[in-house]
């Protein structure tokens, strides 16, 4: 098996995230789903959090599974906001209004 982190693997991923419509959300898991590894979403994050050597990419757009955002990205409540995003409480998407549905 490649290196779970390969180039590839992280352009492929960062194409994905880049397919987010405005004003929904994913998941992690979803995007490890969409890139072929479903059980590697703890690696989604990772490759999230160095997107910036990659390029611009809507990243605040990523969400746990119960639609926590991140702790440690700062801006990214506001930004899901200002897309128009409604939040269940203070740090949580309202997943039923806003995920994406890839099906």
């Not at 960062?14 to 479903?38: D, H, K, M, N, W």
């Not at 910036?52 to 990523?62: I, S, T």
């Not at 409540?77 to 997943?95: A, H, M, Q, R």
């Given at each position: ?26 998941t ?9 590894r ?9 490759i999230l959090?160095?997107s ?14 119960n639609?926590?955002?991140?702790p440690?990205f700062?801006?990214q ?6 897309e ?16 994406w549905?890839?099906?």
């Amino acid at each position: 098996m490649s290196n779970i982190l390969s180039e590839d693997f992280i352009y492929l991923v960062l194409s994905i995230v880049e397919e987010i419509p405005v004003g929904f959300v994913a998941t992690y898991g979803q995007i490890a789903s969409l890139s072929g590894r479903p059980k590697n979403a703890r690696f989604i994050g990772k490759i999230l959090g160095m997107s910036d050597f990659y390029g611009k990419y809507p990243c605040h757009r990523v969400v746990n599974h119960n639609g926590r955002i991140a702790p440690h990205f700062k801006e990214q409540k506001d930004l899901l906001l200002l897309e128009g995003i409604t939040f269940k409480d203070d740090i949580c998407v309202d997943l039923k209004k806003h995920k994406w549905n890839i099906e």
